[in-house]
């Protein structure tokens, strides 16, 4: 089943450094979207990029998506402790019919930001 | 809070006991999701409901009975679970079929212990 796969599975990184986390997928996706996850609790959206677009910026988040290779990156500037959370992609594919989706997601990108 | 809400937080019960877990959502979405996350694995779609109508059903085992009463509130009835089904259980939400891009809403999950 299509899923979307993060990489790496885990990054340590300094306060102020800046994290880069990929993802691929495999088939035709209508959009693509971000997660974060704080340990043990709820998803929480970060941001979305339509398979049209090709960078999108949301404060110090930036996204890119390439279609050609399936594949999309997550880039967090000056990273912060308060960043420290799993972080994952989820693929939309084109639907079937209406305009409802399903979200398939991938394991996750363990992301520690130490003080 | 993010405006799905799910009850319990936390839950332990016995392979034989009957237990139902509640998601409710005020944020006028027409779709909702059931999704569980076990350790090291993707999250895995369960269930989804649209308007009501429950359109997906991802082989879940009959011991997992959703229930859709109306378009804000989902449950997830339980019985005969067994340890495997250990896991936190993700409630989310969506619009369908209106304003693109869009993600999810998701609830802060119920952690589930079965023993």
């Known amino acids: 089943s299509q899923q979307g796969e993060e990489d790496p599975q885990a990054l340590s990184i300094q306060e102020g450094e800046n994290a880069t986390m990929n993802c ?11 997660y974060r996850q704080n340990s043990g609790r709820g998803l929480v959206h970060l941001i979305l990029i339509r398979s049209n677009e090709r960078e999108k910026h949301s404060g110090r988040l ?10 999309s990156s997550l880039l967090i500037t000056a990273s912060r402790a308060a960043d420290t959370a799993s972080y994952f992609c989820a693929d ?4 079937k019919g ?6 398939t997601f991938g394991k996750g990108t363990l992301l520690t930001v130490n003080p | 809070e993010t405006g799905v809400t799910q009850t319990p937080r ?3 019960m016995g392979m034989t006991n009957k237990k139902s877990l509640k998601c409710e959502q005020h944020l ?6 059931w999704y569980k996350q076990s350790a090291k694995k993707p999250l895995e779609l369960m269930f989804v409901y649209n308007f009501k109508e429950q359109t997906e059903n991802n082989s879940v085992p009959s011991r997992f009975s959703p229930e859709c009463p109306n378009s804000s509130h989902l449950f997830l009835h339980l019985h005969t679970l067994q340890p495997e ?7 989310a939400s969506s619009q369908v079929g209106g304003r693109r891009g869009q993600g999810y809403t998701f609830g802060s ?3 589930l212990t079965v023993v």
């Open chain 1, 62 to 71: 930036r996204v890119t998506l390439d279609t050609s290779k399936k594949s």
């Open chain 2, 10 to 12: 936390h839950l332990v």
């Open chain 2, 109 to 111: 999950g119920t952690r």
């Open chain 1, 92 to 95: 939309a594919p084109r639907p």
């Open chain 2, 85 to 91: 089904d250990s896991a936190l259980y993700l409630c």
């Open chain 2, 28 to 33: 006028g979405h027409n779709a909702m999701y």
């Open chain 1, 98 to 103: 209406g305009s409802n989706y399903k979200l």
């Open chain 1, 24 to 34: 691929s997928y495999k088939t035709s996706i209508n959009n693509l979207q971000w």
